[in-house]
């Protein structure tokens, strides 16, 4: 008996986990495929997590991760270790998901081995190839070698037609939506928490970007305490990234203040929680810019380019940087004045409609059928 086409989806960092989580329940749901989950651990605890909150399990786990770890590291790692498994366990077809250094090297390990490749949220692009770094690189670098392009967005299906890839390009939003959405229905309270949430406006804030590292770290530190101190009814919540070159900076610049929660990365359920329970984000997070303005928050993006240009254009999100001025400027119009809020609350969210996962495993149906 001729064994069932084999998919094997990779994954290593929370933001893959939480976008793949959908995919992974529409493949192991699909009894006509045998479905792979493979961990780089990249991120070790915060991927187990995210796998936890959605009821999924990996095959394996390659454990990677190291204090202090380099993209070197994680790169050479990665290629080893899914070399091994691709041998072990040939697969028809892999799937990787955005910008990652995994998604990078699971799509080099791939081609290396001529198996195909699927890229979900392809076609992401700021045209600064250092800007994010290094995932400008990642997605450029994937786009050349895969053979199936899920476009989340228009602008990002323009972009892959623009660059002349090779493959299939298909249009189907954003799984980041589908996990959203599936969330949002049983996301906890969080009265664990030192906030009012009835009787103070909450700011939720995340930073760990590579490129805001050192000074802007800092630029960024000063505009939060700036819009805290203007603004005596507003509390900062801000989960800490676990790398410890952004947590350290963060918690002495900011662990002092009486309207300053700081956090352990909140689990996934309690990070969409906090979405639907504050006022605002101000976030150098790629996802926060898909994921809030499906909950009608305003998101203020702590970097100077965005490969998500739908948001900015849509009125969604707005590039604030990192100078301490604007993001005090920025920040303050929207706490108060509700026309300029209600303006970016209610605008459309151009990032899909909850079904991308399946229109991702029939098109992967397609190219095995082929």
Request: aromatic share 4%; glycine share 6%; with cysteine.
């Amino acid at each position: 008996m001729a064994r069932l086409p084999r998919v094997t989806i990779v994954l290593g960092t929370r933001p893959e986990a939480i976008k793949l989580a959908p995919v992974i329940q529409e493949f192991r749901a699909c009894k006509s495929l045998e479905t792979r989950v493979v961990l780089t651990g990249q991120h070790r605890e915060m991927v187990s997590q995210v796998m936890d909150l959605f009821g999924l399990s990996a095959d394996l786990d390659l454990n990677l991760m190291t204090p202090r770890q380099t993209l070197t590291h994680v790169t050479c790692a990665a290629l080893q270790g899914l070399r091994d498994d691709f041998q072990a366990f040939p697969p028809n077809l892999v799937l990787v998901q955005g910008d990652t250094t995994t998604a990078f090297a699971a799509a080099l390990s791939a081609f290396y081995e001529q198996i195909p490749v699927g890229h979900v949220e392809a076609g992401l692009r700021t045209d600064n190839l250092l800007d994010p770094f290094p995932e400008e690189a990642n997605r450029r670098l994937i786009s050349q070698i895969a053979h199936l392009h899920f476009a989340p967005t228009k602008q990002s299906e323009a972009n892959l037609q623009a660059s002349g890839v090779v493959g299939r390009v298909l249009l189907t939003g954003n799984t980041v939506i589908d996990a959203l959405l599936r969330m949002s229905e049983r996301a906890p309270t969080l009265s664990d928490l030192s906030i009012d949430w009835d009787a103070q406006r909450v700011i939720l804030a995340t930073v760990h970007r590579r490129e805001n590292w050192g000074e802007r770290l800092k630029n960024i530190a000063d505009g939060m305490l700036r819009v805290l101190d203007s603004h005596p009814d507003t509390v900062l919540l801000l989960p800490l990234h676990r790398n410890p070159t952004v947590r350290e900076p963060l918690q002495e610049l900011l662990g002092d203040h009486p309207r300053v929660v700081l956090t352990e990365p909140l689990d996934y359920d309690r990070l969409v929680a906090a979405m639907k329970g504050c006022t605002l984000l101000l976030t150098d997070s790629g996802g926060l810019q898909e994921e809030a303005p499906a909950l009608g928050k305003p998101v203020l993006v702590l970097r100077e380019t965005t490969e998500r240009p739908e948001a900015v254009e849509a009125g969604t999100a707005r590039l604030v940087g990192t100078d301490p001025t604007t993001i005090h400027r920025e920040a303050s119009l929207l706490l108060e004045n509700s026309e300029a809020y209600n303006a970016m609350a209610k605008a459309v969210n151009p990032f899909g409609d909850g079904q991308a996962s399946g229109r991702i495993l029939e098109a992967a149906l397609e190219l095995l059928a082929s």
